[in-house]
């Protein structure tokens, strides 16, 4: 399953731009690292090519707080790794949703998220009157990322950033930002700069946060001046929280609902384009989608088809999904996410009722597809 998961992340990554997760990497990593240890000695650098210290001094200058000297120490301490170019350039054939979702809605996933939340209860509560966030979706993020924190990546960030800053021209701009940032984090937070493993993108901690979102959005929620996102609950749960509060999360609003759409011809031109709310509810009836009578006309939404093994499902999704997908641009990711998070709070009673049914192996059902 693990190996799956890191082929369809690894997928998504490389697809979708960049992603605050990755679960992706680390079960590639063993292996690979055996591979390269034996290079390690040829791929140290001694000098730094005139193009990439210019782009090195110009990103001290625009990151501000570091200087040039102190990227070039860190660029000379990174190791170019072939592993982190082939993790991002798996073919981009994305999974079905059908079969992304065998790899999030499982049992285990699903249990250890109702553990996670019973045993970090207090934090999440807090977590929730400070940043309005419902803890549930807080939980499955973490769970979605990094099993609530078991798989946090092996890669060192600086041989990720480093490599995809400087040799993967198609996402250099964008990577060699966040080298420059992670450089300027680390010195924030003392830590050394090859001490910090992440995933083959260079995302950290519980919650898989790039350098940028964790100066930007992690918080020190146990207040002890630290923003601890490897080993700190309190710090990953807040940190979490705080994204999605200041992203624009409305605690309780609706995120998802399922849709029958009678005539597909008539709504393809709105299942383009990104995955902002483009449409209303009202907007959607009148071309024939029968949206649950719960929601009113003029509740802005954004359609999407999600692929079974029979055909497609419709569902649609509200501003909350919106924001979700800003953690990671996927709606296939927000949709596990949001799944994740129903099965996490839904009572051990609703289990029972499943008894009578063989439990294992099968897709479990979801609440907002009732
Ligand atoms: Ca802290």
Redesign the pocket.
């Known amino acids: 399953m693990n190996r799956l998961s890191a082929l369809i992340l690894g997928t998504l990554i490389g697809t979708m731009g960049f992603g605050l997760q990755a679960e992706a990497a680390q079960n590639t990593h063993a292996h690979h690292h055996v591979q390269n240890h034996g290079n390690r000695a040829q791929n140290i650098k001694s000098k730094i090519p005139p193009k990439d210290d210019a782009l090195l001094k110009k990103l001290a200058a625009d990151a501000g707080g570091i200087t040039h000297e102190e990227l070039r120490s860190a660029y000379l301490q990174a190791e170019k790794k072939q592993s982190i170019i082939d993790a991002m350039n798996r073919p981009g054939e994305a999974k079905p949703w059908y079969k992304y979702r065998q790899i999030f809605i499982v049992p285990k996933r699903i249990n250890e998220g109702r553990k996670f939340l019973k045993d970090n209860r207090a934090i999440f509560d807090r977590a929730a009157s400070t940043y309005q966030v419902n803890p549930e979706i807080v939980a499955a993020i973490i769970g979605v990322e990094t099993y609530y924190g078991a798989n946090m990546g092996n890669y060192r960030v600086l041989d990720a950033l480093y490599t995809l800053g400087f040799h993967y021209p198609k996402r250099a701009e964008y990577f060699s930002k966040e080298f420059a940032n992670y450089v300027k984090l680390a010195k924030q937070q003392g830590w050394k700069h090859n001490e910090i493993k992440g995933s083959y993108a260079g995302a950290m901690g519980m919650g898989q946060f790039m350098p940028w979102s964790y100066m930007r959005w992690a918080v ?9 996102l490897f080993h ?1 609950k ?2 990953a749960i807040g940190s979490v929280a705080n994204y999605f509060h200041e992203h624009g999360w409305i605690y309780g609003a609706p995120v998802t609902a399922k849709v029958k759409v009678e005539r597909p011809e008539k709504i393809e031109s709105l299942l383009a384009g990104d995955t902002k709310p483009n449409t209303t509810v009202g907007e959607l009836r009148k071309l024939g989608v029968t949206v649950p009578a719960v929601y009113e006309n003029k509740v802005r939404c954004r359609l999407f088809k999600f692929q079974t093994e029979k055909g497609w499902d419709y569902y649609i999704g509200f501003h909350n999904f919106y924001v979700i997908t800003r953690y990671n641009k996927s709606p296939l990711y927000a949709m596990a996410v949001y799944d994740l998070s129903q099965e996490i709070i839904k009572k051990p009673a609703a289990e029972n009722s499943h008894h009578k049914k063989p439990a294992h192996g099968k897709p479990v059902s979801h609440s907002h597809k009732k």
């Open positions: 020190d929620f146990n207040n002890d001046g630290h923003k601890d700190n309190a710090d």
